[in-house]
């Protein structure tokens, strides 16, 4: 695949990268009906405070990463951004399909189960998400 220029896309390893860059190298005007999933940790900074003061990257690390990130390549998003604390996915009809708000609902609700919303106890790192699509 590399030889002719293919590879894994950052912004989800189920696609090759050719279609990003066309996006990215070729601005239109066209809109889109699209989901994005919006997803941070409540409390972070206290999180991060406490975090900081015992000198581990305790939750923060494995959610901002592996689950998150996973979840939305599971659900054929694509990774747009972390900021801080915060994920945003871009769910596309060219890639996810015509279903793409129901697939970054499942997203949304992996990566709440990820965190152990899902479990009596609670879960092991207070998650909040959000779908918009439009």
Known sequence: M?????????QNPNTCNQCFEFISTHHGGAEIEASM????????????EHACRRR???PCSTAS???RRGSSFAHDGSLDKFVGDELVA???PLITGSN??????KAARALLVAVGHDDPAGPWVPLGA?????
């Open 56 to 58: 581990s990257s305790g």
């Open 37 to 48: 999933l919006f997803a941070d940790i409540r409390g972070s900074t206290t999180i991060a």
């Open 65 to 67: 990463t592996t689950s």
């Open 2 to 10: 590399r030889l002719i220029g293919k590879r894994r896309a950052l």
């Open 100 to 105: 793409h708000a129901e697939q970054a609902v």
């Open 90 to 92: 871009l769910f596309f």
């Open 130 to 134: 959000g779908v918009h699509t439009g």
